[in-house]
């Protein structure tokens, strides 16, 4: 049997070692130490302004926790099963520290605030590490953008060659996709970043605690305002775990291209040797495990978000043990789409560019097509006659193997009078490109204009 609890009075036998072992959220709850003391000085010092405790006894409770943190970073200080979780682990440090002076510190708080407290710190930390991590990978995208300007590739749409781009628009797409995240995790920090502290177990407390001032404190923006959601609300980290999602999504999605653009069917990039490994069979091998291993951690992204939601689905009010299973799935996304994001910046900032192997991929599969058609609505035919007529082009030159900057002037009247011997400029890669200057497109003018507003932003 394992040693008395903090809320052992009640209980007439000690807990079983598989309800210890069952229970126990110390194993990985110790991340939130920090936390849990910044919580814990915060609601002392609170007691001392208001009186329910001396101020002399809160200082000296403040100055243990200062010290058991620093004991707890040093590795001096252990936790075993038996403490449950942190919480109770920094409890007991601070009793045995300072005499029953510590076990006053809990006086108007209950786990339940106290916990809730903890992951919303904890979280407001690790929402400002990724917004660094995506501010990061932002600057790189539009670093590159600006370095490799002017290099044309193939778009896609449907995975088939549709028309020419600029690859300095491409990286931009990926810069507003993260920039998005930026948005959606700013947003989740602001619902995160209220105090739970004071509700107590659910009902509030009959001390007279001043909220306000533990929330400002801990540096935080508000207060919840009802007790009951205070310790029962898990959507901040369901919205942490929604936002983490969706970027994991966008460095998928840019995991992907970087997969199949370093193949030797594309050849459109290399990356570094350093960010990729080999084989233990084949010689020639270099393969891309951080692209590839970027788009499988996504699925864990997914998986934790399923997890969390379908945790709390069915609670009742108000605080249920349910809960302990927040903190795993959201520890884990956290470290996952840091990682993540270290890893897509290396790649993009290591990543070689081959420029002629791009503009050779845009020769063929007939891109400047839909130039083709516009030249013609732009002499009088009617678009969907345009477009018809450009098929039946692309039709006859497939069955010749040819481009259509292959056909001849007189190949190409057969087909419409209205072709003019200005055709060959219409339907040149770099004419296709430079015309597409409207706001967001990808003619040079447009994307040169967007990466200066950038700058300036």
């Known amino acids: 049997m394992a040693k008395k609890k903090a809320w052992g009075g009640r209980f007439g036998s000690g807990t079983d070692r598989f309800v210890e072992e069952f229970t126990a959220s110390i194993p990985y709850d110790v991340l939130l130490y920090r936390h849990d003391i910044a919580g814990s000085i915060a609601h002392a010092r609170m007691l001392g302004k208001q009186g329910i405790l001396p101020k002399a006894e809160a200082e000296r409770i403040v100055g243990a926790l200062l010290e058991i943190r620093g004991e707890i970073e040093s590795g001096k200080l252990s936790f075993d099963l038996s403490q449950e979780d942190v919480h109770m682990a920094i409890e007991g440090r601070l009793i045995r520290k300072i005499g029953p002076a510590g076990g006053k510190l809990h006086t108007g708080r209950s786990r339940n605030d106290q916990v809730a407290t903890d992951l919303r710190l904890y979280l407001r930390d690790e929402i400002d590490e990724v917004l660094r991590g995506l501010a990061e990978i932002q600057e790189t995208l539009v670093s590159r953008a600006e370095e490799l300007f002017g290099i044309v590739l193939p778009g896609y749409t449907h995975m088939q060659r549709a028309q020419p781009v600029l690859l300095s628009h491409h990286l931009l797409a990926y810069r507003e996709m993260f920039a998005r995240d930026a948005d959606r995790f700013a947003e989740t920090r602001r619902r995160t970043n209220v105090s739970p502290l004071g509700a107590g177990a659910l009902a509030g407390s009959t001390f007279p605690l001043d909220r306000a001032f533990t929330a400002r ?19 901040f980290a369901a919205d942490f775990l929604y936002a983490v999602a969706v970027t994991m999504m966008h460095l998928s999605r ?41 788009r499988g951690k ?160």
């Not at 009802?226 to 609300?233: E, L, Q, T």
């Not at 470290?335 to 790649?347: F, I």
Request: aromatic fraction near 6%; charge should be neutral.
């Open 217 to 235: 404190e801990l540096g935080m923006e508000g207060v919840c305002e009802n007790s009951i959601d205070a310790v029962s609300d898990r959507d």
């Open 254 to 294: 840019l995991s992907e291209e970087l997969v199949y653009w370093s193949s030797s069917e594309f050849g459109f990039l290399s990356l570094p040797d350093a960010l990729c490994t080999g084989s233990s069979i084949m010689p020639q091998k270099k393969n891309p495990d951080v692209a590839e291993l970027i």
């Open 298 to 457: 996504t699925g864990r992204a997914y998986g934790n978000l399923a997890n969390l939601l379908t945790v709390m689905k069915g609670l009742p009010l108000s605080y249920n043990r349910d809960m302990q299973e927040d903190k795993e799935p959201v520890f884990d996304s956290a470290r996952t789409v840091k990682e993540c994001l270290a890893g897509a910046h290396l790649l993009l900032r290591g990543m070689t560019v081959n420029e002629d192997r791009m503009r050779a991929a845009c020769d063929d599969g007939f891109l400047t097509a839909t130039d083709l058609a516009d030249y013609l609505a732009r002499k009088g035919v009617p678009f969907r006659k345009a477009h018809e007529i450009t098929g039946k082009v692309v039709r006859y030159c497939e069955e010749r193997g040819k481009r259509l900057k292959d056909l001849g002037l007189k190949e190409l009247r057969t087909f419409s009078k209205a072709i003019g011997e200005d055709v060959r400029d219409a339907i040149s890669l770099s004419h296709s490109v430079r015309l597409r200057r409207t706001r967001g497109g990808t003619g040079p003018d447009a994307v040169r204009e967007r990466l200066s507003a950038l700058r300036k932003k």
